[in-house]
């Protein structure tokens, strides 16, 4: 079976950020390290809307030296860098030493088709002059890739020719997010002209879907719980306050929830439960996503000994190698 481990490298959209240090840097760090120990290859989906909101910035020249020496680094040494867009950063504003951001603008589909288009030829256009090796793949910010239709041809232009935003049964209609992934093709991929979520046979794109799979309210109370008892190994490396939006705590502890496949912290102890699912169904593959800023001490454990476990048996790859 593949396996790619996909990472969205970017910082807190709530009320606080969080560092570039502790939510980008420094878990991505110890990533890599982790890559180079097994050898294996990961995906990064750098937040472009925030790079290029850096450069406007003096006071964040620093960190933006420092993280587009870390995407060179992964760059060189061979693992894949795809195209992700929060475009909210079109309109954050720097005040006071922090980023104020409005989610009115969440996904691309808060502009209108043109604007779109714009972000994603320059969003696209910024990281590809960095990168040695140019990007053949997107992941929409929040899941949101709905609509994609006015957007599709500035994404061919750009290059890209893979999506990966989509997780079967995914479905989250509460502001800002919009995306209905509960009815997608049968199939483990597929190609698609207009919606990621519905197969074209004679579309240009593909659609390679993140793995999804339920999570039951007791994956979430020991979630809470042990965050709460034993933040040492529990709580996140990266600093900052995610977005709102998204299903109550109350509503992750009373019902089962289809969630994406995922290495973040605790949700690493579920990565053996989704692989034997993958292999029962005869799935080829398995992709999974991460954040570095929301890594733990105990998810970076979990995760290495996932891959320690399997990286003879199985093909760990990067995400544009599926195809
Ligand atoms: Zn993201």
Known sequence: MKIAITWDYELFFGERSGSVEQCMLEPTERLLALADRYKIPFTFFPDTGCLIKFEEQPECHEDLQRVKTQIQTWDGKGHETGLHIHPHWEKSVWKDGHWKHDLAHYKLSDFSGEEASRIVERYAAYMNVLLAHPMQSYRAGGWCAQPFA??????????IRIDSSVFKGGKNTTKPYRYDYTHVPNVPHWTFTDDPAVLDSEGFFTEIPIASMHYSPLFFWKLFVLGRFNPKQHKPIGNGVPAKGGGSKKDLLTRSHRLCVSADGYFSTQLNRALNKAQRTNAPFMVVIGHPKALTPFGLF???????????NHEFVTLSSIL
Request: no cysteine.
């Open 150 to 159: 006015p957007v599709s041809e500035a994404m061919q232009k750009a290059g």
């Open 302 to 312: 979990t995760l290495e000994a996932f891959i320690a476990k399997h990286h003879r």
